[in-house]
T-cell receptor
Framework: DAGVIQSPRHEVTEMGQEVTLRCKPI?????LFWYRQTMMRGLELLIY????????DSGMPEDRFSAKMPNASFSTLKIQPSEPRDSAVYFC????????????????FGPGTRLTVL | KQEVTQIPAALSVPEGENLVLNCSFT??????LQWFRQDPGKGLTSLLL?????REQTSGRLNASLDKSSGRSTLYIAASQPGDSATYLC??????????????FGKGTLLTVNP
């Protein structure tokens, strides 16, 4: 298995531009997570999908951030318009859950996208 | 709100030394605890996962222990090697409530093993 795949690996953009980050979860995994990592705040969960449905988006910073999961093998995280404070590493992770409170298995992380907004 | 703290923030040791990394959490109602390794510019690699009912897990030179009631976990690395140099993160999953899918991470310990 190729693991979780993210693209691009690095993105440099100017303030005000739209940024789209992409993620392909591990085949057979039905839970997908987007995280953001900064020196100040560490790793924070932005949004969680289960079976392609957004379950918890309480970590999304503001309306400039949006995420979609049109099918089981693809998800996007979009920032529009981008701001310098969005500069961070964005990780996608996936896991297999079978439903119920005790079914969440370990999460597997992608290599991340390092975003720099100038 | 769950808070996870890792001490020390950074650690430098000579090759061959045994070492312990610490993780503490404020809410003991956890489902499991996971230790990750993060190399510079890379993603997170899962090292060990301890269920709340377990006391420890071992993988090779790594041993992770969990004391749920006191809110503590340790990661023991035996006979450290330069290749062990990385940032080590611990994360807990809550037992209760509707957000038991959520991992709360510590900020990590940056380990440097000097040859």
């Amino acid at each position: 298995d190729a693991g979780v795949i993210q693209s691009p690996r690095h993105e440099v953009t100017e303030m005000g531009q739209e940024v789209t980050l992409r993620c392909k979860p591990i085949s057979g995994h039905n839970s997908l997570f987007w995280y953001r990592q900064t020196m100040m705040r560490g790793l924070e969960l932005l949004i969680y999908f289960n079976n392609n449905v957004p379950i918890d988006d309480s970590g999304m910073p503001e309306d400039r951030f949006s995420a979609k999961m049109p099918n089981a093998s693809f998800s996007t995280l979009k920032i529009q318009p981008s701001e310098p404070r969005d500069s961070a590493v964005y990780f996608c992770a996936s896991s297999r859950s079978r439903g119920g409170a005790r079914s969440y298995n370990e999460q597997f992380f992608g290599p991340g996208t390092r975003l720099t907004v100038l | 709100k769950q808070e996870v703290t890792q001490i020390p923030a950074a650690l430098s040791v000579p090759e061959g030394e045994n070492l312990v990394l610490n993780c503490s959490f404020t809410d003991s109602a956890i489902y499991n605890l996971q230790w990750f390794r993060q190399d510079p510019g890379k993603g997170l690699t899962s090292l060990l996962l301890i269920q709340s009912s377990q006391r420890e897990q071992t993988s090779g030179r790594l041993n992770a222990s969990l004391d749920k009631s006191s809110g503590r976990s340790t990661l023991y690395i035996a006979a450290s090697q330069p290749g062990d140099s990385a940032t080590y993160l611990c994360a807990v999953r809550q037992e209760s409530g509707g957000s038991n899918y959520k991992l709360t991470f510590g900020k990590g310990t940056l380990l440097t093993v000097n040859p």
